[in-house]
């Protein structure tokens, strides 16, 4: 198994556990963003040295801005914030609109299943929509959307040399 599919399957599985963890007890564990930053962080150096750790840096710096200024108006969780910094580190700053792209299609995608779901009565469940448990679970999207363009880009990236992960 190459190099080039290994750093993928390491962020998948870390973003799987976050989504899992975040449909169970709608909570995204600090620890999990900061293996998620690191992990991130080694891959950009591994792929460009300093220069790629500095880009990957960027990326994440910026994602964490964008959403503690979403978790100040409410529109974000903390969890979710930290969460998708802590998955922009493995994409370079230059990525960073594909990704959001990734997240809000893929994203859009799970809330509308989501909420067509809400509306079919099953036993119990319509107790467990009001409140906190009636959320969607952000964390899935995110998942969703770093593992579609982690993954699309291992797939192009015979095709298109100079691509970046």
């Known amino acids: 198994m190459s190099l080039e599919v290994l750093w993928p399957l390491g962020l998948t599985a870390l973003l799987l556990i976050g989504a899992i963890s975040d449909i169970r007890a709608r909570r995204l564990p600090n620890w999990l963003a900061l293996a998620l930053l690191v992990y991130g962080l080694a ?21 964490l801005l964008v959403g503690m200024g979403l978790f100040a108006i409410g529109a974000f969780g903390g969890g979710d914030a930290k969460f998708y910094a802590g998955m922009a580190a493995y994409f370079p700053l230059q990525s960073g609109i594909n990704l959001l792209l990734w997240v809000t299609l893929l994203g859009g995608l ?10 079919v009565p099953v036993g119990t469940r319509a107790k467990e929509q009001s409140g906190l448990k009636g959320k969607f679970p952000y964390g899935v999207a995110i998942t969703s959307g770093g593992i579609g363009a982690a993954w699309t880009a291992v797939m192009l990236a015979p095709a298109l040399p100079g691509m970046q992960l």
Not at 43 to 63: K, P, Q
Not at 110 to 119: D, E, H, S
Request: charged share 10%; no cysteine; proline share 0%.
């Open 43 to 63: 891959h950009g150096f591994m792929l460009d040295g300093l220069s790629g750790l500095g880009w990957h840096a960027a990326h994440s710096a910026v994602a």
């Open 110 to 119: 799970f809330i509308l299943i989501w909420m067509v779901g809400r509306r």
